[in-house]
């Protein structure tokens, strides 16, 4: 579509006036025949040696004249207009890829640009006859089908196939939730049940009281396409690899097949999705042309949706901006929204460098933190994967099905033993690593995040020659820590550019660079960039002519070797400030034989006497680091101690993103402060599910003290008064769920619970969906009445002792 409606708009006399020099060119393309183009642009595209093999001299120039026979059967679909220059651009492109192919028949991208072709005609047709309503639908029908195919798969990672290997959304995606982006959580309801009364005992009200509960401890929970329907304009914020830019790509799919509902979409006007990465802005940031540019599409039908109010802006990465941008992108979006206030945006980043600390955001948008995955999901996750594999080996759907449960299941009990994987698995990406390494390396998953990255980067990297290239090729030359190497190297120079996507030259140049440093030759650059496109590993060509690492965490992982290597730890330490660094210095300090101690020693230093970015970087490292000094340990840990008890809910945030460092501190605090203290110390300690607090959270489950004022939790503080055992029964709740230790810890000691603890119990066994959790919640429940029951039967039967009368 994208030069069907340039071509028209000059057609139309709507484009800007053109010098002599470009007309004179212009008018060369109306009168080149559509065949001469082709002679040119298959002239210059000659096809390679590798891709036709052995095959004999009569059927590689037959497949070459079919495939030019096809391109221009492809042109003539178009109709009597001639091929602007954006569109010999683009055959080019194509062409040099199926060349790299042997003009194999079976080549999709020669189906998707005959369609689109086909398609053109219709907007150009339009166009000529001056008709902007016909002109429009027929460009949006195009657009739709464009949106649908560039966005509506998902890439399957690590499968030792011949080219990258895609699978329909709806087969691989797992809907992502977010925090309710509202001020204050809404009221929960209890689920399926809850006015019932099942063993147990359990009533609506102690439901309600359970989901209350719950609620403060955790935020409330909403499928981020709900979350856009009560808020036009969203800012998602979320870790490395929590699935923003999948998230984006599946409401464009859903947007483009007129399924994604938005609270500002009118009648049966569906929205038209227009992805935006914010790296690919350049110059004036988020102008209707330049999200034009960055979407793939012509301004003219981006001004036309907006002023329609048919757009939905997804707006990719707002931590990526490049840095001549950086500052002009959210003026500029606020300036375009003002003038379009009816249209719905949802805009990613990660999060600030502090917790409690506002990301970025443009006027009037709402926050939303994207969640981690719960176990049921990680599960689904886990399932759709390994089936999205097994169907990717092109095997019958039955035996696929079959396959892919064998393997699931056998994942998914590892991962649910392993509580360091487990947490490991909650977010997309990692989870999707997880499963990669599980299929080739099964008998053992890495606990570290910086080993699982180092496995992740073997089985793409290691297997690479002996499945997808043929012998004497040039990336074969090089060994697996060489192939490492060159792309450690390529990944630091892109981040200190602050890129995460580059041209194919640029490319060739960077390795070119560094392959005399590997004792090869640097003209073997071009050849490498040629045999890695289209192959499924660490660089890919993400889009024609464009390349980068797979995701934007293995450019940060590969980065951060590159400077272990080479003992640049002062570089680092100096970027303790800037959140693009921020991945990079955390995996650094998990490398073997990195200087651990030094970073996180460097990083507290940063922060004098206070606790600001520099400890938060110091506790993330030390639980990535594989040895730390214990006195690094208990200087943290010291510093720490300033947030115990957690005063408000942005201390109560920071304390939980410190993650099992703040365990240590909370639960040394658990006897000194107040009833209030405690309460948010539990409630602490629960979410960030540290089992060493196990057998002191015991002694509250038999505490019926009450809470009389507010207490820090997350979003609020929370005024309903709560009992310590009631905030027992929210750590056990919490704990259960990924502890058979610690449930048959709690299993033992329930019997001298609080009764309020075990109404909250009940409540919780109403809400629970998993069968699992919800026996576990029958046990405990069960043992307690048992006791109970015993213990009020021995008194009953008890003689009364006769009053001594005076």
């Not at 139309?12 to 183009?37: C, F, I």
């Not at 657009?143 to 959304?169: K, T």
């Not at 026996?775 to 043992?783: E, F, G, N, V, Y």
Request: contains cysteine.
């Amino acid at each position: 579509m994208t030069t069907a409606v340039r071509e028209a708009k000059t057609r139309a006399g709507r484009g800007k006036t053109v010098g002599a020099k470009r007309r004179s060119k212009m008018e060369h393309t109306a009168t080149e025949s559509k065949e001469a183009v082709l002679d040119t642009v298959f002239a210059d595209a000659p096809e390679a040696p590798r891709a036709s093999g052995d095959l004999p001299e009569m059927v590689r120039k037959n497949r070459r004249e079919r495939a030019r026979r096809r391109l221009l059967d492809a042109l003539e679909a178009r109709g009597p207009y001639p091929v602007p220059e954006g569109l010999r651009g683009e055959l080019r492109a194509l062409v040099e890829r199926w060349g790299q192919k042997g003009f194999e028949d079976a080549f999709p991208d020669a189906d998707v640009f005959e369609i689109r072709c086909a398609e053109e005609r219709a907007v150009l047709e339009a166009a000529a006859r001056g008709d902007e309503e016909a002109r429009f639908a027929a460009a949006e029908r195009a657009y739709r089908r464009e949106i649908e195919a560039r966005h509506g798969q998902i890439e399957i990672r690590g499968l030792q196939l011949s080219a990258r290997v895609r699978q329909d959304l709806e087969i691989a995606y797992v809907p992502l939730h977010v925090e309710e982006p509202s001020e204050e959580p809404r009221a929960a309801k209890p689920r399926k049940g809850a006015g019932k009364r099942p063993k147990g005992g359990a009533t609506a009200a102690e439901a309600e009281a359970a989901s209350a509960m719950l609620h403060a401890l955790e935020r409330p929970r909403v499928l981020a396409t709900d979350a856009l329907v009560s808020h036009p304009r969203l800012l998602i914020i979320g870790e490395p690899g929590s699935g923003k830019s999948t998230l984006l790509a599946y409401l464009a799919t859903r947007a483009a097949r007129g399924e994604l509902t938005t609270s500002t979409q009118g009648g049966d006007r569906a929205s038209i999705p227009f992805v935006v990465p914010v790296r690919a802005l350049q110059e004036a940031a988020a102008t209707p042309e330049e999200i034009a540019r960055a979407a793939g599409v012509e301004a003219w039908f981006v001004e036309a949706a907006l002023q329609r109010g048919r757009a939905l802006l997804l707006v990719d990465g707002l931590d990526e901006a490049r840095t001549h941008v950086a500052g002009k992108v959210l003026p500029a979006l606020t300036a375009m929204l003002d003038a379009y206030p009816g249209i719905p945006v949802v805009v990613t980043t990660r999060p600030a460098a502090m917790p409690g600390k506002d990301e970025a955001a443009p006027r009037g948008f709402a926050r939303a933190r994207l969640v981690p995955m719960t176990r049921d999901e990680v599960a689904v996750f886990i399932d759709r994967w390994c089936l999205a594999a097994e169907l990717s080996l092109n095997k019958p759907r039955g035996q696929a099905e079959i396959d892919a449960r064998a393997a699931a299941d056998d994942l998914k009990e590892r991962v649910r033993t392993s509580r360091a994987i487990e947490k490991l698995a909650q977010t997309p990406l990692l989870c999707s690593v997880i499963c990669v390494v599980h299929r080739f390396l099964g008998q053992r998953i890495p606990e570290r995040r910086v080993a699982l990255y180092e496995a992740i980067t073997n089985v793409l990297l290691y297997e690479w020659d002996r499945a997808k290239f043929a012998d004497g090729a040039a990336i074969g030359k090089l060994d697996a820590h060489a192939k490492r190497a060159l792309l450690a190297r390529l990944a630091l120079s892109m981040h200190k550019a602050r890129v995460a996507e580059l041209p194919a030259e640029e490319v060739v140049k960077r390795l070119a660079a560094h392959l005399p440093d590997l004792g090869r030759p640097e003209e073997e650059a071009e050849a490498i960039v040629a045999e890695i496109r289209d192959r499924n590993g660490v660089l890919v060509e993400r889009a024609p002519g464009s390349f980068a690492f797979s995701h934007l965490t293995f450019q940060e992982y590969l980065a951060a070797m590159e400077l272990v290597n080479a003992h640049a730890y002062d570089e680092l330490l100096r970027k303790h400030k800037d959140k693009w660094w921020h991945e990079v210095i955390i995996l650094s300090a998990g490398f073997p034989g990195a200087h651990a101690d030094r970073i996180i020693r460097g990083l507290l230093d940063k922060d004098g006497e206070g606790v600001a970015e520099g400890t938060m970087l110091a506790a993330q490292c030390a639980e990535t680091a594989i040895e730390v000094r214990q006195a690094l340990r208990k200087e943290i840990e010291k510093r720490v101690t300033r947030l115990v008890p957690p005063a408000s809910p942005t201390e109560f945030d920071m304390l939980y993103h410190l993650g099992e460092v703040a365990g240590p501190v909370l639960l040394r605090w658990l006897d000194k402060g107040s009833t209030e203290d405690k309460a948010s110390i539990v409630f602490a300690l629960a979410y960030i599910r540290h089992e060493p607090a196990t057998r002191a959270i015991l002694k509250l489950l038999k505490d019926p003290t009450q809470t009389n004022r507010p207490f820090a939790v997350f979003t609020k503080m929370e005024d309903q008064p709560y009992t310590l055992a009631m905030c027992a029964a929210v750590y056990i709740k919490c704990l259960i769920e990924h502890s058979e230790r610690a449930f048959f810890i709690f299993f033992d000691a329930i019997p001298s619970a609080d009764p309020s603890a075990i109404r909250l119990l009940r409540g919780f066994r109403i809400m629970e969906e998993n069968p699992h959790e919800r026996d576990k919640l029958d046990a405990l429940i069960a043992r307690a009445e048992a006791a109970h029951a015993r213990a009020s039967s021995s008194v009953a039967r008890s003689p009364k002792r006769a009053t001594r009368s005076g």
